[in-house]
């Protein structure tokens, strides 16, 4: 077993109580630099972007129905959409409670957390500039003046989103967003840089690739802020930190949102024919959080394993088991 593999795996199983050090975490992240990737050349629109199972749209009936080149466009939108939403997590929800975290310093856990939340901010800021260059080649009009072009976020959540990330040690529930995103992320660029390499786009495959080296790690360090700030609160505060942490993921992360729809605008607008099938797509999408295969593929032992292992872990979290079918506590050993 690998370096990388072996830090992942320390916090599978759900008795395992012991976090990775953070020497271990971060010689991880030591690599070799990043293979330099074709920015001139443009897209290849006869590729995929994003790989076909991570898609909302599969999981319906509809789905069956398209063409090879309708399948391919959604693919392709919910690609860019996907860069979108990293994006906005890596350099504005996340980016600021870490942030919140290093300016706190070593009240916060120390100089070696510190110093690989420095580090954890400089990959993210990377990351950030591999996903606008992504988009821009991808749709060079739509993303000129730019980075959002298919995500829409109500003002309201914004605002709230915003000040939880700037105060995150008043509720904790920042550091189960970052976790339970970033480890899903891990299962994205898994999912995308395993796909032929005669079918995704290159520069897709090689952002993927870079995405998934630092990931593993990242989601470590989340794992040591979860130790740090939600596992030491009373446990009046971390019911509510998991109740807030379930509303999330029932009315953000599970359920197909606004920018999914507007995913399907935007490829009915390039393919009028498929006009008539608009509303039944959106219904189809929207029917989504009570189909058991989507849900496996959004958020499961399999998919997002350490988040599943700290909901048995917590027992505020036990809960959990109302919005996400894939979910059953492991009560053994529950943190009361």
Known sequence: MGQRAAVLSATLSPRHRRLAPLDRIESVGVRQPAAEIDWDT????????????????????????????????????????????????????LDTALDAVVRRGGRSGGDDLIEALRRFRDDEQRHADGW?????????????????????????????????????????????IQLVQEERSIEISRRCVRM?????????????GEHLRDEVRHVQLDCHLIERFHASQPLAMRRVTAALFRWVVANVFLTPSRSTVRVVQALVAEHPELHKLRPTMVCELRALTGNAEYQQMMY?????????????????????????????????????
């Open 132 to 176: 606008r260059r992504l988009n821009r080649l991808s749709e060079p009009e739509w993303y000129r003046t730019g980075h959002r072009r298919l995500v829409h976020v109500p003002a309201a959540l914004d605002l709230v989103s915003q000040a939880l990330a700037r105060y995150p040690f008043a509720c904790p529930v920042v550091f189960w």
């Open 196 to 208: 032929s390499r005669d079918l995704i786009e290159p520069r897709y495959a090689a952002v993927y």
């Open 42 to 93: 443009p897209i290849d629109r006869s590729r995929w972007f994003f790989c076909e199972t991570l898609t909302p749209l599969y999981y319906t009936p509809t789905y069956a129905t398209l063409t090879p080149e309708q399948r391919r466009r959604y693919n392709q939108l919910t690609g860019m959409l996907s860069n979108e939403l990293i994006l906005r997590l890596e350099t504005g929800f």
């Open 300 to 336: 499961s032992r399999r998919t997002t394993p350490i988040t599943f292992a700290l909901f048995d872990r917590f027992s505020e979290f036990h809960s959990m088991s109302q919005v996400l079918r894939a979910y059953t506590p492991a009560v053994a050993g529950s943190h009361r």
